[in-house]
């Protein structure tokens, strides 16, 4: 049975590697189906998606989303969509902007706490990336700040360091209305250490598609609710390593090992083929 890692990141958003690089270990890991899933972004799998001429990977369209809730920011991934859909396209560039947006507010905020960091050089720090907290923690390590991003993040960057910080991301109920449109099929991304059961039930019923289910912050026994909560509501299940390709992550290590079986790849299509035939 073919293996598939639907949760990766390139140097498109917050990653390091090139997305040929990661169909290039894909293949080395015995993968079949991998879904580049950057940032905000769909740069990083229209790169790959040039590049994969041989074939040796099935490339889903994928990506993940920063979305507002109930004044949380939570994470929805969004699966085999059109990526040359205009409202795909034009979500992108919304959400692009509401990135450096919300980025020129963390440094703010850092720069009220006396730390000593410039937006130039978090914008400088991401290049052509879609700009995020990574980026900022790179700056403060390389300006000796902090000894590593663990650190940037326990200091400066959590959410509980920096509190409400306003964002113009859409809502949760945009991006699902939006995505699905363009056929997409969305899923709640890692809530194992993020959510109560109260609050991924809630978001269910907002139109949510799927559950993240197994995710190398999930040990056995969350994966195995996860998994038992989405059969009993027809949820689908959706899986992967959230690699990165730092060194620094503590999710690298599962690239090829925290995987999903093809029978849920194929439900993911199967659902998106139905909207898409839908909305011809």
Not at 116 to 130: C, M, P, Q, T, Y
Not at 153 to 176: M, N, V, W
Request: aromatic share 6%.
């Amino acid at each position: 049975m073919g293996k598939a890692d639907l949760h990766i990141h390139t140097n498109a958003s917050d990653g390091v590697c090139e997305p040929a690089t990661i169909l290039e270990r894909a293949v080395e890991k015995g993968l079949n189906t991998v879904a580049i899933t950057d940032h905000d972004s769909i740069k990083g799998f229209k790169k790959a998606r040039e590049g994969n001429v041989d074939g040796k990977i099935e490339l889903l369209p994928g990506v993940e989303l920063s979305v507002r809730w109930k004044n949380k920011e939570i994470h929805l991934l969004a699966y085999c969509f059109n990526p040359d859909s205009s409202i795909v396209n034009d979500l992108m560039l919304r959400q692009s902007r509401a990135r450096r947006l919300r980025m020129a507010k963390i440094v703010d905020h850092l720069k009220k706490q006396g730390v000593d960091i410039d937006l130039d050089e978090v914008k400088a720090e991401a290049g052509l990336s879609n700009i995020g907290r990574p980026h900022a923690a790179s700056v403060l390590i390389n300006k000796g700040i902090v000894a590593s991003a663990g650190e940037a993040f326990i200091r400066y960057l959590s959410s509980e360091q920096l509190g409400t910080i306003d964002t113009e991301y859409c809502t949760l109920q945009e991006a699902i209305e939006l995505m699905k449109r363009a056929g997409g099929v969305l899923s709640l991304a890692h809530p194992g250490p993020l959510y109560s059961s109260a609050e991924v039930y809630e978001m269910m019923e907002l139109g949510i598609d799927a559950i993240e289910c197994i995710h190398p912050s999930h040990p056995w026994p969350v994966q195995k609710n996860f998994v038992k909560l989405a059969k009993k509501n027809n949820f689908l299940i959706t899986g992967g390593s959230d690699y990165h390709g730092k060194r620094q992550s503590d999710y690298d290590p599962y690239f090829g090992i925290v995987t999903l079986g093809k029978q849920h790849v194929d439900a993911l299509k199967r659902v998106s083929k139905q909207r898409l035939k839908l909305s011809e």
